[in-house]
Each structure stands twice: as C-alpha cells, then as structure tokens.
C-alpha cells in the first residue's frame, strides 16, 4: 500500500483524511477498471498509427517437393498436295511430369499497398487522441464521485466513534443513577418512589437505540473502508482520534469559478469532444471521395528437378511451377454506395450541431452547482455554530443538575433531562461537523478537483 510509517500494529492501517482518499483514488476497483479503459484507447490509437504506413505488407513463402518434366514427342502427317509425295511428317511434342524424378520447390508472392489520403489519416488520428482526453476527463469524473464517497466514509467512521463513546459514557451515568434511586427505594427514603425507577428505566430505549444505530453506522464504515481501500487482511482506523471541522480557508466564490472554467472535467470532456467530433467530420467528408493508394506485387516460383534446369529456354513462359511476375503502379477505388457515406456524414454532422448547443449551457450549469455547493457550506457553517452553542448550554445544564446531585442523591430524577438534552446536543453537533466537512468537499469537487489535486493546485498559486 505504500503507507508503512502509518501501519499501526500487523493488521491495521491508520490515515488521515488526505492519505485515506489517496489510498482510495489509488486502490478503488471501479478505477482501476476505468484506467484499464484509458489504456484501452490509447493502444487503439497506437494501431492506427501504424496501420497507416504499409496496412497491406504481406509476404507468403512455400516449400516442397516437384516431380521432373519429360518430353513427350508428337509425330502428325500433313497433307499439303495432292499425292503422297506432296506430304510432310511433322515432328512436335509435349511436356508431362515425370513422377520418377523428384525435386525441391521454393515460391514467394508479395503484396504492398499504401494509401495516401493522408488528409482523412491525419483527422482520424487527431481525432482519436482527443477521444483518449474524453476518456480521461470521463476517468477524473469518477474519481469526483469516490472522493465525495471516500469523506463521507471517513467522517462518517469518526462521527460514529464520537458517539459511541458519548453513548457509553451515558450508559455508565445512567447505570449510576438507577442503582442510586434502587437503593435509595431499599432504604425506604421517602425522596424516591417505584415510578420514578420505572420512569428511568423507560428513558433508556432511547439510549439503547442510538447505541444499536452508531454501532450499525460504525459497522457500515468499517466495511466501506475496507472495500474502498481494497483491503484483504488489513483493517482501517482513521488516524484522527476526534471528530473536528475541516481547516481548510477557501478562496472567494469569484476565484472558484474561474478555477471550475479552467478545471471541470465536464468542460474538459465537452472541449475535447467537440474537437474530436470535428475531426470525425473531416473523416466522413473525406470517405466521400476515392481511396487513393501504392501498390506493388510480386511473384516468384522455382523448382529445381530433372529437366527444369537444363536446356529450358523458356522456363518460366512453358512451366507452371516455374514463374516470375509482378506490378506496380497508382491506383484508385471508388466505393458505389456513395448514399450510404453521405448519410453517415450527415450524421456526424448533426451530432456535432447537438454537441455545440450542449457547450452553450454546460459552464452556465456548473457555475450554479458551484454557487449552490457554496450557499450550502456557509448554512453548514452556521449550523455548526447554532449545533455548538447549543451544547454548550446543554452541558452548563447538565453541569448544574450533576452538581446538585452529588450535594443530594435523591435528585438522580432531575439528571433525566439534562442528559438527554446534552445526548442530542452532542449529536446534533457531530452531524453539523460531519455535514460541514462534507460542504467543504462538495465545493471543492464542484471545482472539479479532489480534495488532494486541490491541495496541490492551491500551493501552486
């Protein structure tokens, strides 16, 4: 994993937020997948690159045996008067296979064409580098989407161990304060009665079930870090021990903007997609005209047994297995079904008409996600601040109450509401801390950025 100096123990990894979504980022299986398809994409451009130079370049060799040729000679009488004396015999002859005599055989033909509508080579091949950007801005979105997913996991983790621990804490205060009262009821002391055990008693379902869901919400953590983080043997603790806000001090909602037109991996996807769209165009205006091309052949066939070397004047004119040939020259080919190439670029040409009046929008529509992503950080901020003033003030009552019952036992009842108020005011302050974080990082990846890439850009301006 790359994080030994953070390994606590043989079996768990502790991080920090940012080391946590880098892990993340690093070892998310969906990712990984998507860079797969980068890389894809870039060994489809790889093959059409040299599939332009020689797409046509083969060479075909054959070995083996060949029987000889013999003579075969023809003997035809001619009658060119009209008496015998008058006629001719005419010798002639013919060559068949001699299976008695056997010898090698050696043959090649070789076949190159090369095209030249180098114009529809260049478009293609522009066109595909800017699909492999779109695939990479396709590849930064989804890391967008597993940070806002990785903050979520991590804060998630450590609001969920907040409360627990402010859970058990009131269970042991409310464990004290039911053994007061019971034995209070054994002394017979007049201050208590049965109904007020009962009534404590019934306060605690409450507890009970906020207990059983951050233990629930705890589970769910552990078992979305370990997924994330593509763990195996290993488990995850965050390296925080308290739940705080995020200190991060983001620039103003202006500088964001001009950040989120230069950076979105929208914008990106839709800038390269339009380019790509053009040269495709260029492509299919190009098919409408003939394909233009080099080509060159050859061939050569030898067979070296009796009477295929000696005495043949004209081997390769009279001998099957004996052959040169071979052409070169210019040479042109026009594909007929000229209406189906023009529908196609029709097509491609409307495609980029749709493409065009997306790009109208699309800046327009991220700014106001970016704009709404900021109104809500400053509501999570006061919320915050409402969520911690009112703890304060259930802690101060709290305070009070646990005052008075040490000076009198008997006023254990009067701890009820205190506790319950401070319970929810604790909650209600780790969820504003918990939903702030999360506003941090909405705005920073409606920029466009993960919270990592946005570290590192911001120490560069």
Not at 55 to 63: A, E, H, L, R, V
Not at 157 to 171: C, D, F, N, V
Request: aromatic fraction near 10%; charge should be positive; glycine fraction near 6%.
């Amino acid at each position: 994993m790359g994080m030994i100096s953070h390994l606590c123990g043989l079996d768990t990894l502790r991080l920090d937020y940012v080391e946590f979504e880098k892990e993340v980022l690093k070892n998310y299986p969906l990712l990984l997948e998507s860079e797969i398809t980068v890389e894809q994409k870039k060994l489809a451009l790889k093959k059409l690159e040299m599939s332009a130079w020689l797409p046509k370049f083969q060479i075909n060799m054959g070995f083996g045996p060949a029987p000889g040729l013999e003579n075969i000679p023809d003997s035809n009488f001619i009658v060119t008067g009209a008496g015998r004396n008058d006629s001719v015999w005419v010798e002639n002859s013919h060559r068949r296979y001699d299976l008695s005599s056997w010898g090698p055989f050696f043959g090649v033909d070789v076949g190159v064409i090369q095209p030249l509508n180098l114009y529809r080579y260049r478009s293609g091949t522009n066109a595909a580098k800017l699909a492999i950007k779109v695939t990479e801005a396709e590849h930064y979105k989804e890391k967008l989407k597993v940070s806002k997913e990785a903050v979520e996991i991590y804060y998630g983790y450590l609001m969920a161990k907040e409360l627990l621990r402010e859970i058990t804490q009131a269970e042991i205060d409310f464990d004290k304060a039911e053994e007061t009262i019971e034995e209070l009821l054994d002394d017979e002391s007049e201050s208590v009665s049965q109904k007020d055990l009962l009534k404590l008693k019934a306060s605690r379902y409450r507890l009970v079930k906020a207990k059983n869901q951050t233990l629930t919400g705890l589970a769910r953590a552990k078992l979305g870090a370990r997924f994330y983080l593509f763990l195996k043997s290993k488990t995850f603790a965050p390296k925080d021990t308290v739940l705080l806000p995020l200190s991060l001090v983001l620039p103003p909602l202006d500088t964001l903007k001009l950040w989120t037109l230069k950076n979105h991996p929208d914008l990106k996807r839709l800038e390269h997609g339009l380019a790509a769209r053009r040269e495709m165009l260029k492509v299919a205006r190009g098919e409408l005209g003939p394909d233009i091309f080099l080509f060159g052949t050859f061939k050569y066939a030898k067979a070296w047994s009796a009477k295929r070397e000696a005495g043949e004047r004209e081997a390769f004119a009279s001998d099957p297995l004996n052959e040169i040939d071979g052409a070169a020259g210019l040479g042109m080919r026009l594909r007929l079904n000229f209406w189906s190439r023009i529908q196609d670029f029709k097509k491609k040409k409307l495609e980029l008409k749709k493409l065009k009046r997306t790009e109208i929008y699309a800046a327009r529509g991220l700014l106001g996600r970016l704009e709404e992503a900021y109104v809500q950080l400053e509501e999570a901020r006061l919320n915050m601040k409402a969520a911690r003033a009112s703890l304060r003030a259930a802690e101060a009552w709290l305070k009070g109450a646990a005052m008075d019952y040490d000076l009198d036992p008997t006023l254990a009842m009067d701890l009820i509401s205190p506790y319950k108020e401070a319970l929810n005011g604790r909650n209600n302050y780790y969820q504003s801390i918990f939903e702030y974080n999360k506003a941090v990082v909405k705005v920073i990846l409606s920029v466009g950025w993960t919270l990592t890439d946005y570290l590192s850009n911001v120490s560069k301006e």
